[in-house]
């Protein structure tokens, strides 16, 4: 539905606004890929998916850009099926990037994670991108039983 036919439907707003009081926070942001990340397939099985997520200092985004194109090679070269998305803000908390990266499970993570460092250029994609950054968060999330996105 677009937003203009949603705007008309008194059943989607009758359902919408019986939702409200158990909505604590709302936070609205429309992200757009990176070039050099894969496209997001689908996955298969029970994974569990690290999404980081990094606010940059204003103006970095291009300095960032170019050293994670390099890095996604890195991990790539560990694991090929690793990388998952890789997404930054076109419209909301602008200057922040979204990594959502898939793994079988929390050993699985630690494994690739410990091989990329391994890697004799990930300290440059390290080191470059660090001082670019204000903030940075990882969670983990498992998919719930139903959710396409295994």
Known sequence: ?????????????NS?????????????????????????DHRVGDNVYDIRTY?????HMYDWSNYWAKGIKHRSAVREDVPYAGLFTQLGELHTIHHIWCYKNLADRKDCRE????????????ANTVPLVTK??????????????K
């Open 1 to 13: 539905m677009t937003r203009a036919a949603v705007k008309n439907n008194q059943q989607y707003l």
């Open 115 to 126: 091989g990329t460092w391994a890697n004799p250029g990930w300290n440059e994609v390290v």
């Open 16 to 40: 919408d606004r019986s939702g409200f009081p158990f909505i604590t926070s709302k936070k609205i942001e429309l992200t757009k890929n990176f070039t050099f990340w894969p496209s997001p």
């Open 55 to 59: 606010s940059l200092k204003p103006g």
């Open 136 to 149: 940075m968060t990882t969670q983990i999330a498992e998919p719930l039983p139903f959710s396409p996105t």
